[in-house]
């Protein structure tokens, strides 16, 4: 294969209705860090890792999906304590799902940002990952 190949995801889009609130909400969670802000869009980081781009939007389309009548997420995160995590969101009363333990697929929880935006975290340590 040439040298014009995908390496891997730079970072995802969601859509939020408050680009700055929802931002300090992400920053509050998870620790990232904002940068290229801009009217009604930012981008947040993980040290020098794009993680995730917010764009403000009045429409009401957020980043989840159906099947089969239950809602699934588009963007997966992970973690090396899922247990540390997913105690702490629910301490700060984020919705959070049950953790799910898939065996060899790891362990598994569903998140939802004050969007409605689903997001699923999973911890598994048989797999190469970027911190």
């Known amino acids: 294969m040439g040298a014009g190949r995908i390496l891997g995801i730079a970072y995802n889009v969601i859509p939020v209705t408050n680009v700055e609130k929802s931002a300090a909400w992400f920053v509050k969670h998870f620790g990232?860090?904002?940068?290229?802000?801009?009217?009604?869009?930012?981008?947040?980081?993980?040290?020098?890792?794009?993680?995730?781009d917010l764009i403000q939007t009045d429409h009401?389309?957020?980043?989840?999906?159906?099947?089969?009548?239950?809602?699934?997420?588009?963007?997966?995160?992970?973690?090396?304590?899922?247990?540390?995590?997913?105690?702490?969101?629910?301490?700060?009363?984020?919705?959070?799902?049950?953790?799910s333990d898939e065996g060899k697929y790891g362990k598994f929880f569903v998140f939802e940002d004050p969007d409605g935006n689903l997001f699923d975290?999973?911890?598994h340590h048989d797999c190469e990952l970027v911190y």
Do not use: C, M
């Open 121 to 123: 975290v999973w911890e």
């Open 60 to 99: 009401p389309s957020r980043a989840v999906f159906q099947v089969q009548g239950k809602n699934r997420w588009v963007i997966t995160f992970f973690t090396n304590d899922i247990e540390a995590l997913h105690n702490d969101l629910k301490a700060d009363e984020v919705k959070v799902g049950n953790i």
């Open 32 to 52: 990232f860090n904002i940068r290229n802000q801009r009217e009604g869009y930012l981008s947040l980081f993980r040290d020098n890792r794009p993680i995730l």
